[in-house]
Structure formats: structure tokens, C-alpha cells
């Protein structure tokens, strides 16, 4: 499965807090040592049910403790059978989008 979520303080301190937690969320992450990716709006985890969550917890778990409140998004791909879904969605769009050059 693959998990999209964004993890952000929502009582936010006037020294730009928010994105030294986000950073500390993306380290916990980093570390987990699952494929993963980080955009400008989500970072994406892929595994199974049971070693993704408990790295989305450690990863809220950091950003909770900066602040009192915390937001939390998640978006699941859940497809059982399927592997190194974070680069092979994206190599099939590609591949459709390099298909249409030249038409």
C-alpha cells in the first residue's frame, strides 16, 4: 500500500516552527527505512498496513510534541500484491505522456 499524508502543527510559533516540526516528521520517516518521497504538499510511504502506521504515529508523535495540536491527512492506495507502486505509477504516466510526443 501506499500512504500520502501531511502531518503540521496547528498551533504554529512565530520562529517558523512549522516547518522545523515537518522537517523532524520527515526525518522520523527518512528512518524508517520504507520507500518513501516527499513533496511540497504530502510525503508518501509505502509497505504494509502494519509498518506504516506505526511510522505515521512516530512521526505525529514528533510533531505533537512541539505543539498541543496537531493535523493530520492521510490518502491509502491499499492493493494488496503490488510493490514499488511509489516509481511504477509514475513511470506509467510518463510513459503515456512520452507516447504522445510527436502526435
Known sequence: MIVAFSIS?????????VSEAVAEAVEVVRNSGLPNETNAMFTNIEGEWDEIMPVIKAAVDVVA????????VLK??????????????VRRVERHLSDRVGE
Open 76 to 89: 491509502a492506495d491499499i492493493r494488496p500484491g503490488y510493490t514499488n507502486q511509489l516509481r511504477e505509477k
Open 9 to 17: 502543527p496547528a498551533a504554529g510559533d512565530d520562529t517558523g516552527g
Open 65 to 72: 510534541a512541539r505543539s498541543p495540536r496537531v493535523g493530520l
